[in-house]
Protein backbone atom coordinates (compact mmCIF):
# COMPACT_ATOMS: atom_id res chain seq x y z
CA UNK A 1 0.00 0.00 0.00
CA UNK A 2 3.08 2.17 0.34
CA UNK A 3 2.07 2.98 -3.60
CA UNK A 4 -0.78 5.06 -2.52
CA UNK A 5 1.21 7.21 0.55
CA UNK A 6 2.20 10.75 0.40
CA UNK A 7 3.94 13.44 2.58
CA UNK A 8 1.79 15.99 4.10
CA UNK A 9 2.50 18.38 7.35
CA UNK A 10 4.61 15.55 8.49
CA UNK A 11 1.53 13.18 8.54
CA UNK A 12 1.61 10.20 6.37
CA UNK A 13 -2.02 10.85 3.88
CA UNK A 14 -4.12 7.73 1.73
CA UNK A 15 -4.07 9.06 -1.74
CA UNK A 16 -5.93 7.57 -4.42
CA UNK A 17 -7.51 8.60 -8.18
CA UNK A 18 -10.61 7.66 -8.58
CA UNK A 19 -10.27 4.63 -11.40
CA UNK A 20 -11.89 5.19 -14.64
CA UNK A 21 -14.28 2.78 -14.81
CA UNK A 22 -15.73 4.66 -11.27
CA UNK A 23 -15.39 7.95 -12.64
CA UNK A 24 -19.10 8.68 -13.42
CA UNK A 25 -20.34 7.06 -10.10
CA UNK A 26 -17.82 9.18 -7.74
CA UNK A 27 -16.80 12.32 -8.49
CA UNK A 28 -14.48 13.34 -6.29
CA UNK A 29 -11.48 12.76 -8.71
CA UNK A 30 -8.85 12.13 -6.24
CA UNK A 31 -9.15 10.59 -2.46
CA UNK A 32 -7.07 12.00 0.19
CA UNK A 33 -7.40 10.89 3.41
CA UNK A 34 -4.92 11.19 6.34
CA UNK A 35 -3.79 8.02 8.24
CA UNK A 36 -2.75 9.70 11.21
CA UNK A 37 0.47 8.25 11.59
CA UNK A 38 3.28 10.59 11.99
CA UNK A 39 6.14 10.36 9.35
CA UNK A 40 8.73 10.42 12.19
CA UNK A 41 7.59 7.61 13.98
CA UNK A 42 7.19 5.69 10.90
CA UNK A 43 9.94 6.35 8.20
CA UNK A 44 9.55 3.61 6.53
CA UNK A 45 5.80 4.18 6.09
CA UNK A 46 4.96 0.37 7.40
CA UNK A 47 2.55 1.20 9.85
CA UNK A 48 0.63 3.43 7.79
CA UNK A 49 1.00 1.14 4.82
CA UNK A 50 -1.28 -0.93 6.85
CA UNK A 51 -3.55 1.57 7.63
CA UNK A 52 -3.96 2.39 3.76
CA UNK A 53 -4.67 -1.12 3.09
CA UNK A 54 -7.74 -1.03 5.05
CA UNK A 55 -8.71 2.06 3.91
CA UNK A 56 -8.29 1.03 0.33
CA UNK A 57 -10.02 -2.08 1.13
CA UNK A 58 -13.30 -0.33 2.26
CA UNK A 59 -12.82 2.43 -0.77
CA UNK A 60 -12.85 -0.17 -3.59
CA UNK A 61 -15.64 -2.02 -1.61
CA UNK A 62 -17.82 1.05 -1.77
CA UNK A 63 -16.96 1.11 -5.60
CA UNK A 64 -18.45 -2.28 -6.03
CA UNK A 65 -21.20 -1.25 -4.07
CA UNK A 66 -21.97 1.62 -5.97
CA UNK A 67 -21.23 -0.82 -9.45
CA UNK A 68 -23.48 -3.13 -8.19
CA UNK A 69 -26.54 -0.48 -7.26
CA UNK A 70 -26.13 0.28 -10.72
CA UNK A 71 -26.62 -2.62 -12.26
CA UNK A 72 -29.90 -3.52 -10.11
CA UNK A 73 -30.81 -0.18 -10.93
CA UNK A 74 -30.34 -1.30 -14.70
CA UNK A 75 -32.03 -4.48 -14.01
CA UNK A 76 -35.29 -2.86 -12.40
CA UNK A 77 -35.61 -1.00 -15.60
CA UNK A 78 -35.15 -3.49 -17.72
CA UNK A 79 -38.16 -5.86 -16.12
CA UNK A 80 -40.38 -3.30 -16.08
CA UNK A 81 -39.89 -2.36 -19.47
CA UNK A 82 -40.36 -6.59 -20.04
CA UNK A 83 -43.14 -6.27 -18.18
CA UNK A 84 -45.33 -3.31 -19.68
CA UNK A 85 -44.02 -4.43 -23.50
CA UNK A 86 -46.22 -8.22 -22.07
CA UNK A 87 -49.33 -6.16 -20.64
CA UNK A 88 -49.78 -4.54 -23.89
CA UNK A 89 -49.32 -7.57 -25.85
CA UNK A 90 -45.88 -7.58 -27.15
CA UNK A 91 -42.70 -9.41 -27.24
CA UNK A 92 -40.38 -6.67 -25.56
CA UNK A 93 -37.36 -6.17 -28.42
CA UNK A 94 -34.23 -3.90 -27.32
CA UNK A 95 -33.61 -1.36 -29.69
CA UNK A 96 -30.73 -2.86 -31.47
CA UNK A 97 -32.37 -6.08 -31.45
CA UNK A 98 -35.87 -4.15 -33.24
CA UNK A 99 -33.51 -2.41 -35.66
CA UNK A 100 -32.62 -5.69 -37.51
CA UNK A 101 -36.21 -7.06 -37.51
CA UNK A 102 -38.22 -6.18 -41.11
CA UNK A 103 -39.11 -2.63 -41.89
CA UNK A 104 -42.95 -3.66 -41.37
CA UNK A 105 -42.32 -4.49 -37.44
CA UNK A 106 -40.50 -1.65 -37.08
CA UNK A 107 -43.41 0.35 -38.55
CA UNK A 108 -45.80 -1.58 -36.95
CA UNK A 109 -44.35 -0.78 -33.52
CA UNK A 110 -44.04 3.26 -34.55
CA UNK A 111 -47.97 3.10 -35.45
CA UNK A 112 -48.57 1.23 -32.09
CA UNK A 113 -46.62 4.25 -30.17
CA UNK A 114 -48.99 6.87 -32.26
CA UNK A 115 -51.97 4.41 -30.92
CA UNK A 116 -51.11 4.27 -27.65
CA UNK A 117 -50.77 8.61 -28.08
CA UNK A 118 -47.20 7.73 -25.76
CA UNK A 119 -45.62 10.78 -28.04
CA UNK A 120 -45.33 13.49 -25.02
CA UNK A 121 -42.86 13.94 -22.10
CA UNK A 122 -44.63 12.58 -19.36
CA UNK A 123 -43.20 9.37 -17.06
CA UNK A 124 -46.19 7.36 -18.67
CA UNK A 125 -45.60 8.05 -22.19
CA UNK A 126 -41.76 7.23 -21.81
CA UNK A 127 -42.26 4.04 -20.05
CA UNK A 128 -45.08 3.18 -22.93
CA UNK A 129 -42.30 4.11 -25.38
CA UNK A 130 -39.41 2.37 -23.69
CA UNK A 131 -41.45 -0.80 -23.44
CA UNK A 132 -42.54 -0.89 -27.49
CA UNK A 133 -39.21 0.87 -29.03
CA UNK A 134 -36.50 -1.26 -26.16
CA UNK A 135 -35.51 1.78 -24.68
CA UNK A 136 -33.43 -0.42 -22.03
CA UNK A 137 -30.96 -2.66 -23.11
CA UNK A 138 -30.31 -6.31 -21.86
CA UNK A 139 -28.63 -5.47 -18.18
CA UNK A 140 -24.77 -5.75 -19.11
CA UNK A 141 -23.44 -8.65 -16.68
CA UNK A 142 -19.45 -9.40 -16.95
CA UNK A 143 -18.27 -12.75 -16.41
CA UNK A 144 -16.16 -11.22 -13.52
CA UNK A 145 -19.34 -11.24 -12.61
CA UNK A 146 -21.26 -14.00 -13.16
CA UNK A 147 -20.66 -16.04 -9.74
CA UNK A 148 -22.45 -13.20 -7.84
CA UNK A 149 -25.23 -12.44 -10.00
CA UNK A 150 -25.66 -16.88 -10.21
CA UNK A 151 -25.61 -17.11 -6.25
CA UNK A 152 -28.13 -14.22 -5.80
CA UNK A 153 -30.70 -15.72 -8.46
CA UNK A 154 -30.59 -19.34 -6.69
CA UNK A 155 -29.85 -17.74 -2.68
CA UNK A 156 -33.32 -19.67 -1.61
CA UNK A 157 -32.07 -23.05 -2.79
CA UNK A 158 -28.86 -22.70 -0.25
CA UNK A 159 -30.36 -22.02 2.92
CA UNK A 160 -29.78 -25.29 4.04
CA UNK A 161 -26.54 -25.42 3.25
CA UNK A 162 -23.68 -25.26 6.28
CA UNK A 163 -20.45 -23.14 6.22
CA UNK A 164 -18.42 -25.51 4.63
CA UNK A 165 -20.98 -26.78 2.33
CA UNK A 166 -21.26 -23.27 0.46
CA UNK A 167 -17.43 -23.00 0.40
CA UNK A 168 -17.53 -26.27 -1.78
CA UNK A 169 -20.29 -25.31 -3.84
CA UNK A 170 -19.00 -21.94 -4.48
CA UNK A 171 -15.16 -22.64 -5.02
CA UNK A 172 -15.47 -24.40 -7.84
CA UNK A 173 -17.90 -22.46 -9.60
CA UNK A 174 -15.84 -19.26 -9.10
CA UNK A 175 -12.57 -21.57 -10.31
CA UNK A 176 -14.51 -22.19 -13.56
CA UNK A 177 -15.49 -18.23 -13.91
CA UNK A 178 -12.20 -17.24 -13.38
CA UNK A 179 -10.51 -19.70 -15.97
CA UNK A 180 -13.41 -18.86 -18.63
CA UNK A 181 -11.98 -15.61 -18.07
CA UNK A 182 -8.23 -16.59 -18.77
CA UNK A 183 -9.52 -17.85 -22.02
CA UNK A 184 -11.93 -15.11 -23.69
CA UNK A 185 -11.05 -11.74 -21.17
CA UNK A 186 -13.95 -10.15 -19.29
CA UNK A 187 -16.34 -9.62 -21.38
CA UNK A 188 -20.46 -9.45 -21.03
CA UNK A 189 -22.44 -12.81 -20.64
CA UNK A 190 -24.56 -11.47 -23.35
CA UNK A 191 -21.23 -11.13 -25.66
CA UNK A 192 -20.55 -15.06 -25.41
CA UNK A 193 -20.67 -16.74 -28.67
CA UNK A 194 -20.08 -20.52 -29.95
CA UNK A 195 -16.45 -19.53 -30.91
CA UNK A 196 -15.57 -18.54 -27.14
CA UNK A 197 -17.18 -22.02 -26.25
CA UNK A 198 -15.60 -23.59 -28.86
CA UNK A 199 -12.06 -21.41 -27.48
CA UNK A 200 -13.06 -22.48 -24.04
CA UNK A 201 -13.02 -26.15 -25.09
CA UNK A 202 -9.85 -26.44 -26.80
CA UNK A 203 -8.12 -24.80 -24.14
CA UNK A 204 -9.30 -27.47 -21.39
CA UNK A 205 -8.51 -30.38 -24.56
CA UNK A 206 -4.83 -29.00 -24.51
CA UNK A 207 -4.66 -29.03 -20.32
CA UNK A 208 -5.99 -32.62 -20.64
CA UNK A 209 -3.18 -33.52 -23.12
CA UNK A 210 -0.98 -32.24 -21.18
CA UNK A 211 -1.14 -32.16 -17.86
CA UNK A 212 -2.74 -35.45 -17.60
CA UNK A 213 -6.14 -34.23 -16.03
CA UNK A 214 -9.20 -36.58 -16.34
CA UNK A 215 -11.70 -35.30 -19.08
CA UNK A 216 -14.53 -35.22 -16.83
CA UNK A 217 -12.43 -32.52 -14.78
CA UNK A 218 -13.04 -30.48 -18.44
CA UNK A 219 -16.33 -31.43 -18.23
CA UNK A 220 -17.82 -30.06 -14.70
CA UNK A 221 -15.56 -26.85 -15.15
CA UNK A 222 -18.08 -26.61 -18.07
CA UNK A 223 -20.90 -27.64 -16.60
CA UNK A 224 -20.55 -25.43 -13.89
CA UNK A 225 -20.29 -22.81 -16.32
CA UNK A 226 -23.29 -23.63 -18.15
CA UNK A 227 -25.54 -24.09 -15.55
CA UNK A 228 -24.50 -20.38 -14.08
CA UNK A 229 -25.68 -19.04 -17.75
CA UNK A 230 -28.73 -20.82 -17.66
CA UNK A 231 -30.15 -19.47 -14.67
CA UNK A 232 -29.38 -16.01 -15.82
CA UNK A 233 -30.73 -16.63 -19.03
CA UNK A 234 -34.04 -18.16 -18.20
CA UNK A 235 -34.52 -16.11 -15.39
CA UNK A 236 -33.46 -12.51 -16.91
CA UNK A 237 -34.28 -13.50 -20.31
CA UNK A 238 -31.03 -12.13 -21.58
CA UNK A 239 -31.03 -14.52 -24.86
CA UNK A 240 -27.58 -16.13 -24.51
CA UNK A 241 -26.37 -18.99 -26.78
CA UNK A 242 -26.06 -22.64 -25.60
CA UNK A 243 -21.98 -22.04 -25.67
CA UNK A 244 -21.07 -25.30 -25.30
CA UNK A 245 -23.36 -27.44 -26.76
CA UNK A 246 -21.72 -30.56 -28.38
CA UNK A 247 -18.19 -29.81 -26.70
CA UNK A 248 -17.99 -32.11 -24.11
CA UNK A 249 -14.89 -34.67 -23.84
CA UNK A 250 -15.11 -37.96 -23.95
CA UNK A 251 -12.76 -40.73 -22.72
CA UNK A 252 -13.53 -39.95 -18.62
CA UNK A 253 -12.99 -42.95 -16.22
CA UNK A 254 -15.43 -43.03 -13.45
CA UNK A 255 -13.17 -43.15 -10.05
CA UNK A 256 -14.00 -45.76 -7.89
CA UNK A 257 -12.85 -45.68 -4.00
CA UNK A 258 -11.30 -49.13 -3.42
CA UNK A 259 -12.31 -50.41 -0.28
CA UNK A 260 -9.38 -51.93 2.32
CA UNK A 261 -9.39 -55.26 2.76
CA UNK A 262 -11.47 -56.07 6.27
CA UNK A 263 -8.50 -58.04 7.77
CA UNK A 264 -6.30 -55.36 7.27
CA UNK A 265 -8.42 -53.06 9.20
CA UNK A 266 -8.51 -55.47 12.06
CA UNK A 267 -4.66 -56.45 11.92
CA UNK A 268 -3.10 -52.93 10.56
CA UNK A 269 -5.65 -50.10 11.35
CA UNK A 270 -6.14 -51.50 14.38
CA UNK A 271 -3.24 -53.16 15.51
CA UNK A 272 -2.27 -51.43 19.34
CA UNK A 273 -0.72 -47.90 19.42
CA UNK A 274 -0.83 -48.12 15.02
CA UNK A 275 -2.52 -44.90 15.37
CA UNK A 276 -1.17 -42.73 17.84
CA UNK A 277 0.27 -40.28 15.60
CA UNK A 278 -3.31 -38.94 15.17
CA UNK A 279 -4.77 -36.63 16.91
CA UNK A 280 -7.53 -38.33 19.19
CA UNK A 281 -11.01 -36.65 17.20
CA UNK A 282 -9.23 -37.92 13.72
CA UNK A 283 -8.47 -40.93 15.08
CA UNK A 284 -11.62 -41.65 16.35
CA UNK A 285 -13.60 -40.81 13.32
CA UNK A 286 -12.00 -43.01 11.35
CA UNK A 287 -12.84 -46.14 14.10
CA UNK A 288 -16.24 -44.50 13.77
CA UNK A 289 -16.15 -44.61 9.77
CA UNK A 290 -14.70 -48.22 9.90
CA UNK A 291 -17.39 -49.77 13.14
CA UNK A 292 -20.79 -47.30 11.26
CA UNK A 293 -20.03 -46.29 7.76
CA UNK A 294 -21.04 -42.79 8.21
CA UNK A 295 -19.51 -40.53 5.62
CA UNK A 296 -17.46 -38.29 7.27
CA UNK A 297 -19.40 -34.99 7.04
CA UNK A 298 -21.77 -36.83 8.78
CA UNK A 299 -19.44 -38.27 11.47
CA UNK A 300 -17.92 -34.78 12.16
CA UNK A 301 -21.09 -33.32 12.48
CA UNK A 302 -22.42 -35.38 15.40
CA UNK A 303 -23.21 -33.79 18.60
CA UNK A 304 -24.77 -34.42 21.88
CA UNK A 305 -28.47 -34.62 21.22
CA UNK A 306 -27.32 -36.88 18.45
CA UNK A 307 -25.42 -39.19 19.84
CA UNK A 308 -27.13 -41.58 22.21
CA UNK A 309 -25.21 -43.82 24.49
CA UNK A 310 -27.11 -44.02 27.58
CA UNK A 311 -29.61 -46.19 25.75
CA UNK A 312 -30.52 -50.17 25.50
CA UNK A 313 -29.34 -50.09 21.86
CA UNK A 314 -26.64 -47.24 21.64
CA UNK A 315 -26.49 -45.44 18.72
CA UNK A 316 -25.78 -41.87 16.16
CA UNK A 317 -28.41 -40.21 14.52
CA UNK A 318 -27.49 -38.91 11.22
CA UNK A 319 -29.69 -35.58 11.33
CA UNK A 320 -29.52 -32.07 9.08
CA UNK A 321 -28.01 -29.99 12.08
CA UNK A 322 -27.62 -26.78 9.99
CA UNK A 323 -26.94 -28.76 7.27
CA UNK A 324 -27.98 -30.18 3.67
CA UNK A 325 -28.29 -34.12 3.69
CA UNK A 326 -27.02 -35.62 0.77
CA UNK A 327 -30.18 -37.72 0.14
CA UNK A 328 -33.11 -37.78 1.95
CA UNK A 329 -32.13 -41.49 2.88
CA UNK A 330 -29.21 -40.17 4.55
CA UNK A 331 -31.24 -39.03 8.13
CA UNK A 332 -31.08 -42.33 9.53
CA UNK A 333 -30.29 -43.98 13.11
CA UNK A 334 -26.85 -46.04 13.30
CA UNK A 335 -25.97 -49.00 15.94
CA UNK A 336 -23.01 -48.77 17.64
CA UNK A 337 -20.95 -52.04 17.69
CA UNK A 338 -17.23 -53.04 18.51
CA UNK A 339 -14.85 -50.00 17.54
CA UNK A 340 -17.39 -47.54 16.83
CA UNK A 341 -19.22 -48.04 19.78
CA UNK A 342 -15.75 -47.49 21.78
CA UNK A 343 -14.89 -44.24 19.96
CA UNK A 344 -18.11 -42.56 20.89
CA UNK A 345 -17.92 -43.70 24.15
CA UNK A 346 -14.37 -41.57 24.21
CA UNK A 347 -16.41 -38.38 22.32
CA UNK A 348 -19.66 -38.20 23.73
CA UNK A 349 -20.11 -34.87 22.80
CA UNK A 350 -18.99 -35.72 18.98
CA UNK A 351 -15.61 -33.88 17.24
CA UNK A 352 -15.65 -29.96 17.86
CA UNK A 353 -12.25 -29.88 16.35
CA UNK A 354 -13.68 -30.67 12.83
CA UNK A 355 -17.42 -29.53 13.26
CA UNK A 356 -18.41 -28.61 9.59
CA UNK A 357 -14.88 -29.41 8.05
CA UNK A 358 -15.04 -32.86 7.03
CA UNK A 359 -12.19 -32.06 4.30
CA UNK A 360 -9.67 -30.88 6.97
CA UNK A 361 -10.25 -33.83 8.72
CA UNK A 362 -10.08 -36.22 5.57
CA UNK A 363 -6.51 -34.42 4.91
CA UNK A 364 -5.45 -35.27 8.13
CA UNK A 365 -6.01 -38.61 8.18
CA UNK A 366 -5.32 -39.73 4.31
CA UNK A 367 -1.92 -37.59 5.13
CA UNK A 368 -1.25 -39.55 8.12
CA UNK A 369 -2.20 -43.29 6.23
CA UNK A 370 0.22 -41.95 3.56
CA UNK A 371 3.76 -41.10 5.54
CA UNK A 372 2.80 -44.27 7.49
CA UNK A 373 2.42 -46.62 4.78
CA UNK A 374 -1.09 -47.66 5.67
CA UNK A 375 -3.07 -47.27 2.46
CA UNK A 376 -2.71 -50.89 1.77
CA UNK A 377 -1.12 -50.40 -1.61
CA UNK A 378 -0.94 -46.96 -1.60
CA UNK A 379 -4.47 -45.99 -3.60
CA UNK A 380 -7.08 -46.53 -0.25
CA UNK A 381 -8.44 -43.35 2.08
CA UNK A 382 -10.61 -42.63 4.91
CA UNK A 383 -13.39 -42.86 2.47
CA UNK A 384 -12.56 -46.08 1.22
CA UNK A 385 -13.33 -47.73 4.98
CA UNK A 386 -17.34 -46.86 3.61
CA UNK A 387 -17.25 -49.04 0.99
CA UNK A 388 -15.23 -51.48 3.57
CA UNK A 389 -18.82 -51.57 5.35
CA UNK A 390 -20.42 -51.86 2.52
CA UNK A 391 -18.89 -55.12 1.34
CA UNK A 392 -18.74 -56.57 4.97
CA UNK A 393 -22.50 -56.34 4.78
CA UNK A 394 -22.79 -58.12 1.13
CA UNK A 395 -20.35 -60.82 2.45
CA UNK A 396 -22.45 -61.57 5.33
CA UNK A 397 -25.81 -61.93 3.31
CA UNK A 398 -27.49 -58.78 4.11
CA UNK A 399 -30.44 -57.78 1.58
CA UNK A 400 -29.91 -54.82 -0.10
CA UNK A 401 -32.70 -52.77 1.45
CA UNK A 402 -30.81 -53.37 4.68
CA UNK A 403 -27.24 -52.30 3.19
CA UNK A 404 -29.42 -49.38 1.78
CA UNK A 405 -31.07 -47.99 5.39
CA UNK A 406 -27.44 -48.49 6.88
CA UNK A 407 -25.49 -46.56 4.12
CA UNK A 408 -28.05 -43.92 3.96
CA UNK A 409 -28.34 -44.85 0.09
CA UNK A 410 -31.56 -44.66 -2.26
CA UNK A 411 -33.54 -48.09 -2.01
CA UNK A 412 -32.87 -49.47 -5.64
CA UNK A 413 -36.53 -50.67 -5.52
CA UNK A 414 -39.85 -49.76 -4.20
CA UNK A 415 -40.11 -48.51 -0.61
CA UNK A 416 -42.44 -49.78 1.76
CA UNK A 417 -42.91 -49.38 5.48
CA UNK A 418 -40.98 -47.97 7.91
CA UNK A 419 -37.28 -49.57 7.38
CA UNK A 420 -35.50 -51.53 9.30
CA UNK A 421 -35.31 -51.44 13.40
CA UNK A 422 -32.89 -50.21 15.27
CA UNK A 423 -33.12 -54.20 16.99
CA UNK A 424 -32.41 -55.37 13.22
CA UNK A 425 -29.79 -53.55 12.08
CA UNK A 426 -27.90 -53.67 15.47
CA UNK A 427 -28.04 -57.83 14.66
CA UNK A 428 -26.37 -57.32 11.17
CA UNK A 429 -23.74 -54.76 12.96
CA UNK A 430 -22.55 -56.98 15.35
CA UNK A 431 -21.59 -59.64 12.28
CA UNK A 432 -19.02 -57.49 11.00
CA UNK A 433 -18.07 -55.45 14.31
CA UNK A 434 -13.93 -54.93 14.03
CA UNK A 435 -12.29 -55.50 17.47
CA UNK A 436 -11.44 -52.31 18.90
CA UNK A 437 -8.11 -51.91 19.93
CA UNK A 438 -6.69 -51.23 23.81
CA UNK A 439 -6.93 -47.80 23.85
CA UNK A 440 -9.24 -45.60 21.19
Known amino acids: MTR ?61 DLLEGKA ?63 GEAHPVILLSELFDR ?14 DQLRKWRNPKIRAAKNLISVVGDKPITDLTHTDGLDYSEWWQ ?65 APDALRGLNDEARRVLFLVAGAGLRTSEAVNLNEST ?14 DGRRMKTPQSLRDIPLVGVALAAMREQPRGFPRYHDSAGELSATVNKFLKENNLRQGGDRTLYSLRHTFKDQLAAVGAQDSMIDALMGHKETGSKYGAGPSLKLKLDWLQRIAFTPPPSV
Open 150 to 163: FERQVSAELTDMSP
Open 4 to 64: YLTRRNGIWHFVRRVPAEFAELDPRGVIKESTMVAIADDRSGAKAGIVAEQKNRVLELFWR
Open 206 to 270: DRVKDEGLDPDTANKDMGHINRMLFVLNKRLRLGIPKIFEGMRLEGGIEKTRPPFDPDYVQRKLL
Open 307 to 320: IVLNAEIPHVQVRP
Open 72 to 134: EEAQTRYGAARRRARTMGLAYMPADELAQQPLAEILERLERVVAEKATGPSERDRSTRTAILG
